[in-house]
């Protein structure tokens, strides 16, 4: 989609700035997170979460260890800093598959979380975490856009999704947000590699990249997409 033509979500991106913070992946995950947050269509205040994952060097073992930074809970992605990110370690998060006892046992899985931390400044892990754990891209955006919430609760939601962007949009049907839903997109997307994207009925969207530019101009192809149709 040629960006010229976007008129129902807000091109942000400074080429500039962000040739400024290439190589930092967090920071960037923050650049990108304040460029959506910005726009109200996209996310409502203090809805939606953003991530990224990187290689880090763990502090204890010297080794090299994938690290994911989330918003972590509460705060707002239009104005996220640092300091709101929490950051686990992905191998214990999905570590806790072991010893997860099924949805009725999802409370339980929160308190958890706090043993996946690796930043010890981190902030408290929200119960979205493992939807981005589960899924293997390096960015990721969680939003509730207008335009796709429109869709999503709608009767026939999976079916406009269908019609909209053929099978490049997974549909989950709505569930409560914990584990059991990140194992549900996970599911997903073994179902269908090459999606870019999911839609969870009556909740909001999920879509991704492998840079952040890349997932930044995904979500907001994605929006624009579910606004022309409406």
Aim: glycine share 10%.
């Amino acid at each position: 989609m040629d960006i010229s033509t976007l008129k129902h979500v807000n091109y942000l991106w400074d080429d500039k700035k962000a040739k400024e913070l290439e190589g930092d992946e967090v920071a960037l995950l923050l650049y990108r997170s304040n460029l959506l947050g910005s726009d109200l269509r996209i996310t409502n205040y203090g809805g939606g979460n953003t991530s990224c994952k990187v290689v880090e060097k763990d502090p204890l073992t010297g080794e090299e260890v994938e690290v994911m930074w989330i918003k972590g809970s509460g705060g707002d992605i239009g104005t996220l800093k640092k300091s709101g990110l929490a950051a686990l370690y992905v191998d214990r998060l999905h570590n806790l598959e072991k010893i997860y006892k099924g949805i009725e046992h999802e409370d339980e899985m929160v308190a958890l979380f706090n043993h996946c931390i690796f930043d010890l400044d981190s902030k408290a892990p929200s119960i979205d975490t493992p939807l981005h754990g589960f899924l293997p891209f390096k960015h990721i955006d969680h939003l509730h856009p207008d335009a796709a919430i429109a869709i999503a609760a709608a009767k026939d939601g999976e079916a406009i999704v269908k019609e909209i962007f053929g099978d490049s949009i997974a549909w989950v049907g709505w569930q409560r947000p914990g584990f059991d839903l990140g194992l549900q997109l996970r599911a997903a997307l073994e179902k269908n590699p090459d999606i870019r994207g999911i839609m969870l009925g009556s909740h909001g969207l999920f879509t991704w990249g492998d840079t952040a530019y890349e997932c930044y101009l995904n979500s907001l192809e994605v929006i624009e997409s579910c606004a022309r149709y409406l």
